[in-house]
């Protein structure tokens, strides 16, 4: 079982729809969650941290579920340029460096 | 500006010529580190380093070396290229107290 897990879909919508992206993770010692964002071909950069309340960032909310062990992502009034790639991020054990597993990545198409 | 460079961004080579992908970052971090990324398997991580002379292996080492002579630098050296190798190359640096990792803009390499 890979240690961070995301539905790879494609997963194509219409402009202005909501669309929610869920990523399950093994380790329950797990400490610290992130979404990242990649464009097709171009480096990964850090979209939110997702805290245990769940935070809101404009059109995106973040939530953690310890107790099963997921987080989500969602995006409301979803635009064109919310198309991309969206990686969920785990840090594992404070003190090791070996931390941030990275899962495999949702790609989003947002049509007009 | 906040940077990470890494050079080149595309490689064409032969199996068995060694390569050497530089990775510099301006942000006085201390940490740094070198993912390579395939289809289906995400982000996984190679080496990294926690700070100058202080390197250690990541998920797949095996093939790669590393080196942390001054703190700007993170060279990443293919001594045998091989066709497996084929991939698209990160570099990614933070500092203690954050956990967002900035990225360069990627490797692309071809093993022929």
């Known amino acids: 079982r890979k240690e961070v897990e995301q539905d790879p879909g494609p997963f194509n919508v219409p402009e202005g729809a909501t669309v929610a992206f869920n990523c399950t993770y093994s380790?329950?010692?797990?400490?610290?969650f992130f979404w990242y964002r990649q464009d097709c071909r171009k480096e990964p950069k850090l979209l939110m941290s997702?805290?245990?309340s769940g935070n809101e960032d404009g059109r995106f909310t973040a939530q953690l579920n310890r107790a099963s062990q997921y987080i989500s992502l969602l995006i409301r009034d979803s635009k064109l340029s919310d198309s991309a790639t969206y990686l969920c991020?785990?840090?594992?054990?404070?003190?090791?460096?070996?931390?941030?597993?990275f899962g495999s990545g949702t790609q989003l198409t947002v049509l007009p | 500006e906040a940077q990470v460079t890494q050079n080149p961004r595309y490689l064409i080579t032969v199996t068995g010529k060694k390569l050497t992908v530089t990775c510099s970052q301006n942000?006085?971090?201390?940490?740094m580190s070198w993912y390579r990324q395939d289809p289906g398997l995400g982000l996984r991580q190679i080496y990294y380093?926690?700070?100058?002379?202080?390197?250690d292996k990541g998920d797949v080492p095996e093939g790669y070396k590393v080196s942390r002579k001054e703190k700007r630098n993170f060279p990443l050296i293919l001594e045998s290229p091989s066709p497996n190798q084929t991939s698209l190359y990160f570099c990614?640096?933070?500092?203690?107290?954050?956990?967002?990792?900035?990225f360069g803009p990627g490797t692309r390499l071809t093993v022929t």
């Open positions: 990614a640096t933070y500092g203690t107290g954050s956990y967002e990792q900035y």
């Open positions: 997702v805290y245990s």
């Open positions: 380093s926690m700070n100058v002379e202080v390197t």
């Open positions: 991020v785990v840090r594992g054990f404070s003190g090791s460096a070996r931390q941030l597993t």
């Open positions: 380790n329950s010692a797990s400490q610290s």
């Open positions: 942000m006085n971090h201390e940490y």
